[in-house]
């Protein structure tokens, strides 16, 4: 016996002939000693080495079929696709035959197929991020039991009168289509299950396993898709464990990836889900910067669970792809970037509204989930929010109101500001409990508080755009008439949710006790659903005829979490909240 090929042949004792005599004296003593015994204790110990051996080889093919399990399965329910000279998907070669070769090998294994699913990679990644199926214990006071029996309201006139397609219109008693993909129950199911709603998830996912089709031959805007089905359909997953999400989020994310099929890293604005193609928006050649920087928390998420970099790498690049150009004014970036050239529109409005919020929202959040390990995330919304501090961050007269205003054409100050950017007050008292500046605390509650102004209107209800006055004069803010519309946007309960979660100061959840009484008054529609309003100042109410699935997936959402009194419900250091309030967990890289 030698110890190694170059070993010049030591024994491995000091005395191989002695090692030698010892082993044949123990062996002719213990086959003397086995003679000498009666016919049953034979048996006895010929039992007992046989189970001791058996057990060892189930042990050996547990690991090993743990191992075989845990390698990440590419996405085989396609042909495989080329995009940015990446190969996207496809079946992998001889699948059947790998499969058996696996089989065969883990032969031991072959008679519990539920140990098997419960070894699939998917299911252990979403163990592994969120433990056993999340349980919700329901509302634990009467404000909470308000607004699950809103959610009910509105879930019952979707139900009676826009079942299965995007949109109730409660005032008509009909819906409207969009993408065409049931989006108020795939928006709405994650806050059903939080708000332990046991028949209404049970009615969604029924819905979605047996109805939801992406064979459309129809346009749809890969963003809004992206965050709202595909968001919606993960979080579900999350909460649930129930596999049959993620194969639809799969197969959806799959048809989504059309986006980059563009000569740039940024993605069109627009796929069809039949075709796989993507293309410009219909109003013109640019991409929205919150667009494209918005769907990275969804795709990552997709690929942790399926095992299929691709939609983590493509969106990432997206997003590396900006950091990279970067943008002027110190971090801030105008709305608009080219899907052709992958370059931004010069001269563009810089906001924190519409078409860019998200941008924002994003930078922090993806460090979030990645758990805090990717700096130059950090580093740039660090950036960003001095910038916006600098640039945007203004106050009004008489009453000095915060707000964030915004730079037209990249240049000229606009003190506008939309009801959208009421995020930004989650965003940075999040960020403040993270690391960032106390600052940054100071201007959430600011900017909270003037959120909360902008409800003081007739109707209790907040408009989708707010003027401010900066000047000596008598009001700070007003609202033009064509702003004056409200579609029950969550934004400002959103901010008042993470403030209060912070903060626990009450006087958070008496702005969102007011706002849900506002809803419950003026949007109510008895037959069913609510109706976002024409003008907020006028308490006779004007309806616009439509209840967006926001209402269900975010506003309610945000309103029963921001009015438990349990707040280690989904607690911020486990969950990250998508930009449509859906909640998917923090990993650890
Ligand atoms: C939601 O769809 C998302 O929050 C998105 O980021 C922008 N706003 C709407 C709701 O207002």
Not at 397 to 404: A, G, L, Q, R, S
Request: net charge negative; glycine share 8%.
């Amino acid at each position: 016996m030698r110890l190694s090929r170059d070993d010049p042949g030591l024994p491995l004792y000091h005395n191989e002939n002695n090692r030698n005599q010892t082993l044949r004296r123990i062996r002719t003593r213990a086959r003397f000693w086995f003679a000498q015994r009666s016919t049953g204790v034979k048996i006895g110990l010929l039992f007992l080495i046989g189970f001791l051996l058996f057990g060892l080889l189930k042990i050996c093919s547990r690991a090993i079929t743990t191992d075989v399990h845990q390698m990440a399965v590419p996405n085989q329910n396609q042909d495989p696709i080329i995009i940015n000279e990446q190969i996207i998907g496809g079946k992998p070669e001889n699948p059947k035959e790998d499969d058996e070769r696996v089989n065969d090998d883990m032969a031991v294994e072959m008679d519990n197929r539920q140990s098997d699913a419960e070894n699939s990679p998917a299911h252990k990644q979403a163990h592994r991020a969120t433990g056993k199926s999340v349980k919700f214990n329901g509302p634990d006071n009467e404000r909470q039991k308000a607004v699950v029996k809103a959610f009910q309201h509105a879930w019952l006139g979707y139900k009676k009168y826009a079942w299965g397609h995007d949109t109730l219109k409660p005032v008509s008693k009909s819906y409207s289509d969009w993408f065409d993909t049931g989006l108020t129950i795939v928006d709405g199911l994650d806050t059903a299950l939080i708000m332990g709603l046991e028949e209404e998830a049970a009615e969604a996912t029924e819905w979605i396993q047996n109805k939801l089709t992406f064979e459309k031959d129809r346009m749809v805007n890969f963003f809004e898709c992206t965050i709202r089905v595909l968001g919606g359909m993960m979080s579900a997953f999350y909460l649930t464990g129930n596999e049959m999400f993620l194969e639809k989020s799969v197969d959806l994310g799959d048809r989504l990836l059309s986006a980059f099929k563009s000569p740039s890293p940024i993605p069109f604005s627009d796929v069809n889900l039949l075709k796989r193609t993507g293309t410009n928006p219909q109003w013109g050649s640019d991409s929205s910067l919150s667009e494209v920087t918005t769907v990275q928390l969804e795709y990552r998420a997709l690929s942790r669970a399926s095992g299929n970099s691709t939609y983590e790498d493509l969106s990432f690049n997206v997003s590396q792809h900006i950091h990279k150009i970067g943008c002027d004014h110190e971090g801030l970036c105008g709305m608009f970037i080219n899907a052709n050239t992958g370059t931004f529109k010069k001269g563009a409005t810089i906001t924190f509204g519409a078409r860019s919020d998200s941008y924002y929202e994003y930078l922090f959040k993806q460090w979030i989930q990645t758990g805090k390990t990717i700096d130059w995330l950090k580093d740039d919304y660090g950036k960003a929010m001095a910038a916006m501090e600098k640039y945007l961050y203004r106050n009004s007269e008489p009453n000095k109101m915060f707000f964030i205003g915004e730079l037209l054409s990249g240049e000229t100050y606009s003190p506008k500001m939309d009801h959208l950017v009421c995020f930004i007050a989650g965003t940075l008292s999040q960020g403040s409990q993270n690391g960032f500046p106390r600052k940054h605390m100071d201007m959430a509650e600011k900017i909270g508080e003037t959120c909360h102004n902008m409800y003081d209107n007739p109707t209790g209800l907040g408009p989708e755009i707010a003027h401010f006055n900066m000047i000596p004069g008598k009001e700070d803010l007003y609202v033009k008439p064509l702003d004056a519309h409200c579609l029950l946007r969550p934004e400002a309960i959103e901010g008042w949710f993470y403030l209060y979660r912070f903060t626990g100061n009450k006087k958070y959840q008496e702005w969102g006790w007011a706002a849900f009484q506002a809803i419950e008054k003026y949007a109510r529609i008895s037959t069913g659903g609510y109706s976002s309003i024409s003008n907020v100042k006028k308490i006779n109410v004007q309806y616009r005829d439509s209840m967006e699935s926001f209402l269900l997936g975010e506003t309610f959402k945000y309103l029963y979490l921001l009015l438990g009194d349990d707040q280690t419900v989904l607690p911020l250091d486990k969950w990250v909240f998508t930009t449509e309030g859906h909640p998917l967990p923090i990993y650890d890289h």
